[in-house]
C-alpha cells in the first residue's frame, strides 16, 4: 500500500443489523476508508466516519445499485453483511467480468460459491470431511417427509434454503408440527404474504417465487440437544487470520441471533472452522454455527460466508478480527489490543431491545459504543420493519425526545455498575 493512502472496504448490506454499524465502526478504528451500499434508512448511514454512502433497496434494483457503487468508489475490498448481499454479490461475479477479481479477492475461491448459499449443500460437504454434523436428508414431498418420519425420533429441525436469521428453521416435536412446518416451508407463497410483502416492502421475491416451478430445498435434521455456540473468523484465501469462539447464553429468538454471549477456548470448533475455511478458500468474514451437546463435542450446524455478530469484537489480539485483517491486506504488523478481562458479553442493542430490564446488561460486559453517541441514539429502539408501521408510529410525539433520555438511563446504570 502506497504511503498516505487508506484501504477501501465497501460494506454491502440489505438488513437493518445493528452488527454491520458497529463492524463499519471497528473497521474505520483499524485504518480503513470504509464505504456503504445500505437501505435509506439503514442507522449505519449516521456514522460520522463513513468516507462514502451509496442507497440501494432490499428487492429493487440490488444488483445495479451495488456494481454502481463498486465502478464509483473501487474500493480494494467489498464485504457482505447479509445472505442477500452475498447472492447479490455472486450473481454480479457472474454477469460482470470487470468486478470479477474484486469479488473473488473479496469473498474467496468462486468454485464454492454455489456451496456457501446452499445449507443443504454445505452440511454435506462437512460431513464428507470428517467434521461432526447433524443427520441431514432433503425431503423432496409430504409423502417422502411421512417415510422419514416413521422410523425417526421426536424432535427433529426442518431447515429450508436460502434463509437466514433464523427464519427458514423449525423445531418439530410431532408428526403433525412437522407435515404443517414443512408445508410452510415447502410451498409456493401464498397471495396474502404477497400482497403483505409488496405492499409494505417492495419486496417481489414471494411473487417470483410464485410464479416460479422451482420449490426450495428443505432439509430434516437430527436435533442436537445442547447449547448454541458461533465461531466467527477472519480469513484471507483459505487461510484463518483472527477468529473468536463463543457459546450463547441469551438469543433474541429461539433460532435467532444472539444477544449475551460467552467467550470460550474450544479446539474442536476452532478447528472445524479452519478447515471449512481451508477446503472453500474464504476470504473475508465469516461464522460458523454448532450446537455443544451435553459432552462438550461440537456439531456443525451452517456457515455464514459473511459478516456476523461478532465480528467486529476485539477482546485479545487472537479475536482481533478487523485488525488482522487490515494488516494483511496493509503489509503491516498488527496493532496492540488491550484485553477485555470479562468473558460474559452482553450485544448493545440486542439485549436492550429483547428486554430492557435485562439482568445481563449490568451483570455482564455491556458493550455500548459510547464513542459513537449518534449510534447509540440510532439504536436505542427497534426500526419499525415497513413504511405502513412507520406511519402508525408517527403520531408519537414522545418519539422524538425518547432516545436521550433512554440514553441517560443507560449510560446512567452503565456508570453505576462500574463505580
Request: glycine fraction near 6%; include cysteine.
Given at each position: ?99 470479477r477479481e474484486l469479488i473473488e479477492r473479496s469473498l474467496g475461491d468462486p468454485r464454492y460459491f454455489e456451496v456457501v448459499e446452499k445449507k443443504s449443500a454445505l452440511v454435506r460437504l462437512a460431513a464428507a470431511a470428517g467434521v461432526a454434523v447433524p443427520d441431514t436428508v432433503i425431503v423432496y414431498d ?278
Amino acid at each position: 500500500m502506497a504511503p498516505g493512502t487508506s484501504l477501501k472496504i465497501l460494506l454491502v448490506t440489505t438488513v437493518h443489523w445493528p452488527a454491520t454499524t458497529r463492524l463499519a465502526v471497528a473497521l474505520a478504528n483499524c485504518g480503513f476508508a470504509v464505504g456503504a451500499v445500505t437501505p435509506a434508512r439503514h442507522g449505519l448511514r449516521r456514522f460520522e466516519r463513513l468516507a462514502c454512502r451509496f442507497v440501494c433497496h432490499p428487492h429493487v434494483g440490488l444488483l445495479r445499485a451495488v456494481a454502481a457503487a463498486i465502478e464509483q468508489w473501487s474500493p480494494d475490498l467489498v464485504v457482505p453483511a447479509d445472505d442477500r448481499a452475498v447472492a447479490v454479490l455472486h450473481r454480479l461475479h457472474a454477469a460482470a467480468s470487470h468486478t470479477r477479481e474484486l469479488i473473488e479477492r473479496s469473498l474467496g475461491d468462486p468454485r464454492y460459491f454455489e456451496v456457501v448459499e446452499k445449507k443443504s449443500a454445505l452440511v454435506r460437504l462437512a460431513a464428507a470431511a470428517g467434521v461432526a454434523v447433524p443427520d441431514t436428508v432433503i425431503v423432496y414431498d409430504l409423502d417422502d417427509l411421512r417415510r422419514r418420519l416413521s422410523h425417526a425420533a421426536f424432535p427433529l429441525v426442518l431447515k429450508v434454503d436460502g434463509t437466514w436469521g433464523g427464519e427458514g428453521v423449525r423445531i418439530v416435536r410431532s408428526a403433525a408440527d412437522a407435515e404443517r412446518a414443512f408445508v410452510e416451508l415447502a410451498a409456493r407463497p401464498g397471495w396474502p404474504r404477497i400482497g403483505k410483502q409488496i405492499l409494505q416492502h417492495l419486496n417481489f421475491a414471494p411473487l417470483r417465487a410464485r410464479l416460479s416451478r422451482r420449490l426450495p430445498t428443505v432439509t430434516l435434521q437430527t436435533f442436537i440437544s445442547g447449547r448454541p455456540a458461533n465461531r466467527a473468523v477472519a480469513c484471507w484465501q483459505g487461510e484463518v487470520l483472527a477468529g473468536v469462539s463463543v457459546e450463547v447464553v441469551q438469543a433474541s429468538l429461539d433460532t435467532g441471533p444472539a444477544s449475551v454471549v460467552r467467550v470460550i477456548d474450544h479446539p474442536e470448533m476452532a478447528e472445524a472452522t479452519a478447515h471449512l475455511v481451508r477446503r472453500l478458500g474464504l476470504s473475508g468474514f465469516c461464522g460458523v454455527d454448532f450446537i455443544l451437546d451435553p459432552s462438550g463435542r461440537a456439531h456443525l450446524i451452517e456457515l455464514n460466508a459473511r459478516t456476523t455478530t461478532v465480528c467486529y469484537l476485539a477482546l485479545d489480539a487472537q479475536s482481533d478480527m478487523t485488525g488482522a485483517l487490515y494488516a494483511k491486506l496493509a503489509g503491516t504488523a498488527r496493532r496492540p489490543v488491550a484485553s477485555v478481562r470479562q468473558d460474559l458479553i452482553t450485544f448493545f442493542p440486542h439485549e436492550l431491545w429483547r428486554d430492557p430490564k435485562s439482568r445481563f446488561l449490568v451483570g455482564a460486559y455491556h458493550d455500548v459504543p459510547w464513542d459513537e453517541p449518534q449510534l447509540v441514539a440510532a439504536y436505542l429502539r427497534p426500526d419499525p420493519p415497513g413504511w405502513v408501521d412507520r406511519l402508525r408510529g408517527a403520531w408519537r410525539t414522545a418519539r422524538s425526545a425518547a432516545p436521550a433520555a433512554a440514553l441517560d438511563d443507560l449510560e446512567a446504570e452503565t456508570l453505576n455498575r462500574e463505580s
